[in-house]
C-alpha cells in the first residue's frame, strides 16, 4: 500500500464508531430526545460485547449482546426522560456514568482486574478475501473489517428510512412538533421509546466496534468522548444520515492525522486537540442546524 | 412598621422541604439495597459490607479528617452543579472548568513568589476562580448570542482544556526533577494551612462551607436568588415582570463556573499541590450525583457530600481489608441521580403496593374499582 491508501484506510478505521454513533445519536435526536447518553450506551455496548466473546468466543454473539446491552441502558434513559420528563441532559450524563461505573465494577468481579479484560477473539480484516484483488481501492477495503460494511448499510437503511417511509416521516414529526403529532394520532411516547432504544441498539454495536474489532480486549473508558462527538456530528449534519456519515469520515481523517503526526516533533497534544476543535467550530457555524429539531425535549402533554 | 423577618419559614415551605428530605433519603436508601444485592450476588455480605465502611471511615480521627477531605471537592462541584440547575441549566463544563482552575491554580502558586502567606492564598484562589468565570462567560455569551447547544460547547471545550492542560504538565510546566509528567510543587505560601495534622484536610472545607452558606443565602434572601428561582421555575411567568431569564442565565452560570474552578484551585492548594493529567477528573461529573441527593440546595449539598464523603472514605478501608471492589461507591452515586431525579419511580411502587391491598378485597364484580386518589 502507498501512503495515500495507508491514510485512507485509517481515515476508515477511525471513522466506523463514529459513524455508527452518530447514526445512533440521529434515530434519538429525530424523536427529540438529547442524545447526551450515547457515551455511555457505546461503553455499555462495548463492555457486554466484550463479556459475550469472552465466555462464548463467538465474535456474532458478542455483537448481539452489545446491541442488547446498549438497548438496555437506553430504556432506562427513554424511561427516565420520556415516561419521567426528566432533563434530558441529566438523564443522559446518569446514564454515562452508570456506563463506566457499572462496567468498572463488573470488570472488577469478573476478571478481578482494574481497567482491562484479558484478549479474546476478534473481528480480522478481509485481507484474503476476493476485496484485496480490485485495483487501486482493493488494500483500503480489504483493510476494514466486516463491521465497516454493516457501518455502510445502516446508514444507506437509515437514511431510507427516515426519509422514504411513512415510519420515518412520523419519527421525524414527534422530533419536530409533539403536539401536532400526538393530534393526528401518532402515539408519541412509543414513537421516543423506539426512537431511543435504536439509538441504544446502535450506540452499543459502535461499543463493539471498539472492543471486538478495533481492539482485542476490553479497556475501562475505551469509548473516550467518541459518544459525545458523535451527538454533535448528528447534530451538524442536521440529521441527515448521509450527511452526518461524511461529517464523521472528515473527523476520522482528523483523528487520523493526529494518531499519524504523534510521533512528529510538535507536542501531540496539539494534534489531538485538532479534531475536538473541528467539531466545536463546526457546531458554533452550523449552530441554528445544530440545536437539532424544533420539539428538541419537549412532550406531547407539556 | 413591621420590622422584615429574616429566616421566616412558614408552614407549607417546612412541608416541601420536608418532602424533598424524604425523596433524598428514599432515593438513597433504594440505591444502597440494589447495589447490596449487587454485592450479595457478586458472592459478599452486603450488610457486613456497610457496616465495615462506616466503622471505617469514623475509626480515628485521621479517617474522619479522610471523610472530609474526601467531601472537599464534591462540596464544590455540587455547589457549582446546583446553583446552574437553579436556572435550568445542566453545566456539563464543570468537568473542564475545574481542571483549568487547577491548573491556573498550580500555575499561580508556583511563579508568584513575592506574596506572603494569607494575600497568596486568596490571591491564587481568586484567579483560578476567575478563569473558569470567564470560561463560563464564553459558554453562555455563545448560547445567548449564538444560540449555540451549551452542552455540545462544554463538551468540546471539557476535551480541549484537558488536552492544553496535558500538554503544559508534559512540556514547559514540567517539573525537572521527577520522571512523571506533573508540574512544580507551588511555594510553600500558596498552599491552605492543615485542619488536621498529618491528613488532607485542609482549610479549603471551611472555604467551601462558607461558599455553600453564601449562596444559599442568596437564593432564599436576595432579590437575585428570588430571580434566579422565578427564571428556573417559571421562565415565561418572570418574563412577564420584566425577569430577564438571559441575564440569570449568564449569572448562575458564571457562579457556577467560579465555584467549579475554586474548587479545582483548592484541590492543587491542598492535597495535590501539583497539577498532573487527571488530578481532579471525574469530580465534575461526580458533582451531579452530589448537588442531586442536596436536592440542588447548597445547603443540602453540606450534607450530601459530607454522606458520599464517609462512603468514599469508608469503601477504601473495604477495599484493603476485602476483595470488595471500591466501584460500587461509584454505581451508589449514579443510582441516586436515577432516584432523585424520577422520584416517581419510588412513588409508583407505593402506589402499585397500594392498589393492590385496595383490589383485594374487591368481591363485587360489579363495583368500580376505586379511583386512584389524585392528591398523591
Not at chain 2, 500558596?190 to 485542609?202: H, M
Not at chain 2, 461507591?329 to 419511580?345: E, T, Y
Request: proline share 4%.
Amino acid at each position: 500500500m502507498n501512503i495515500i491508501q495507508v491514510v485512507i484506510a485509517a481515515t476508515i478505521r477511525m471513522s466506523v464508531p463514529i459513524i455508527l454513533g452518530s447514526m445512533a445519536c440521529i434515530y434519538s435526536s429525530r424523536v427529540g430526545v438529547v442524545s447526551f447518553g450515547c457515551e455511555g450506551m457505546m461503553a455499555t455496548g462495548a463492555f457486554c460485547g466484550a463479556l459475550a466473546v469472552y465466555y462464548t468466543n463467538n465474535l456474532w454473539l458478542g455483537l448481539l449482546f452489545a446491541v442488547l446491552g446498549g438497548a438496555l441502558i437506553s430504556l432506562l434513559h427513554a424511561f427516565l426522560h420520556v415516561t419521567h420528563k426528566v432533563n434530558g441532559t441529566l438523564s443522559g450524563v446518569s446514564i454515562n456514568l452508570l456506563g463506566t461505573a457499572a462496567s468498572a465494577l463488573v470488570l472488577k468481579i469478573v476478571w478481578k482486574s482494574a481497567g482491562f479484560s484479558p484478549e479474546y477473539r476478534s473481528f480480522t480484516k478481509l485481507s484474503n478475501t476476493f476485496l484485496a484483488k480490485i485495483p487501486l481501492v482493493g488494500p483500503v477495503l480489504a483493510d476494514q473489517n466486516i463491521l465497516f460494511y454493516i457501518a455502510i448499510a445502516i446508514v444507506i437503511v437509515s437514511y431510507i428510512v427516515l426519509y422514504k417511509t411513512p415510519f420515518g416521516l412520523r419519527l421525524r414529526m414527534v422530533g419536530e412538533n409533539p403536539v401536532a403529532a400526538n393530534s393526528v394520532g401518532i402515539n408519541t411516547t412509543r414513537m421516543k421509546y423506539v426512537g431511543v432504544l435504536l439509538c441504544g441498539a446502535l450506540a452499543g454495536l459502535a461499543g463493539a466496534y471498539l472492543s471486538l474489532a478495533r481492539m482485542n480486549r476490553f479497556i475501562l473508558d475505551m469509548s473516550g468522548g467518541r459518544g459525545y462527538v458523535s451527538m454533535v456530528i448528528g447534530d451538524i449534519g442536521g440529521g441527515n444520515p448521509l450527511i452526518a456519515a461524511a461529517i464523521s469520515i472528515l473527523f476520522g481523517f482528523f483523528d487520523c492525522l493526529q494518531s499519524l503526526f504523534q510521533s512528529a516533533d510538535t507536542p501531540s497534544q496539539f494534534w489531538m486537540i485538532i479534531p475536538y476543535a473541528f467539531t466545536l467550530i463546526m457546531a458554533l457555524v452550523n449552530h441554528k442546524i445544530a440545536r437539532g429539531p424544533a420539539g428538541m425535549g419537549k412532550h406531547f402533554d407539556d | 412598621m413591621n420590622k422584615k423577618k429574616f429566616f421566616h419559614i412558614s408552614r407549607e415551605q417546612w412541608k416541601r422541604a420536608l418532602n424533598k428530605v424524604m425523596v433524598s433519603a428514599v432515593s438513597f436508601i433504594a440505591s444502597i439495597v440494589i447495589v447490596g444485592i449487587v454485592i450479595w450476588i457478586s458472592g459478599y455480605s452486603p450488610i457486613e459490607t456497610y457496616v465495615s465502611m462506616v466503622k471505617g471511615a469514623f475509626r480515628s480521627q485521621t479517617s474522619i479528617a479522610l471523610v472530609f477531605s474526601e467531601a472537599t471537592p464534591l462540596l464544590f462541584t455540587g455547589l457549582a452543579f446546583a446553583i446552574a440547575f437553579r436556572v435550568r441549566l445542566v453545566n456539563v463544563g464543570i468537568e473542564g472548568q475545574m481542571m483549568m482552575g487547577a491548573l491556573v491554580g498550580a500555575i499561580v502558586g508556583h511563579f508568584v513568589t513575592f506574596l506572603p502567606h494569607i494575600p497568596h492564598v486568596f490571591f491564587t484562589m481568586l484567579i483560578a476562580g476567575l478563569t473558569g468565570m470567564v470560561i463560563a462567560l464564553f459558554i453562555g455569551f455563545l448560547k445567548v448570542k449564538l444560540g449555540a447547544n451549551e452542552v455540545i460547547i462544554s463538551m468540546m471545550l471539557n476535551s480541549i482544556f484537558t488536552y492544553i492542560g496535558s500538554y503544559l504538565a508534559n512540556g514547559p510546566l514540567r517539573a525537572k526533577v521527577t520522571g512523571v509528567a506533573q508540574t512544580e510543587i507551588i511555594q510553600e505560601t500558596a498552599l491552605l494551612s492543615k485542619l488536621v495534622p498529618k491528613s488532607q484536610l485542609t482549610t479549603g472545607y471551611l472555604i467551601g462551607l462558607f461558599i455553600a452558606i453564601v449562596l444559599a443565602f442568596i437564593l432564599d434572601q436576595t432579590v437575585l436568588g428570588y430571580k434566579i428561582r422565578i427564571a428556573g421555575n417559571n421562565r415565561i411567568a418572570g418574563e412577564t415582570y420584566g425577569i430577564k431569564a438571559t441575564k440569570l442565565y449568564y449569572i448562575a452560570f458564571m457562579i457556577s463556573g467560579f465555584v467549579a474552578a475554586l474548587g479545582g484551585s483548592i484541590m492543587t492548594q491542598g492535597p495535590i499541590t501539583r497539577f498532573s493529567d487527571g488530578a481532579v477528573a471525574g469530580y465534575g461529573f461526580q458533582g451531579i450525583s452530589v448537588a442531586a441527593l442536596g436536592a440542588y440546595n447548597p445547603l443540602g449539598v453540606i450534607f450530601s457530600s459530607f454522606l458520599y464523603g464517609v462512603l468514599r472514605a469508608g469503601s477504601y478501608t473495604v477495599n484493603r481489608t476485602t476483595n470488595i471492589p471500591y466501584e460500587f461507591v461509584d454505581v451508589i452515586q449514579v443510582m441516586v441521580v436515577v432516584f432523585v431525579s424520577a422520584p416517581q419511580i419510588i412513588f409508583s411502587v407505593k402506589k402499585w403496593f397500594k392498589k393492590r391491598k385496595t383490589a383485594k378485597p374487591k368481591h363485587l364484580p360489579d363495583s368500580p374499582a376505586p379511583a386512584p386518589d389524585q392528591n398523591q
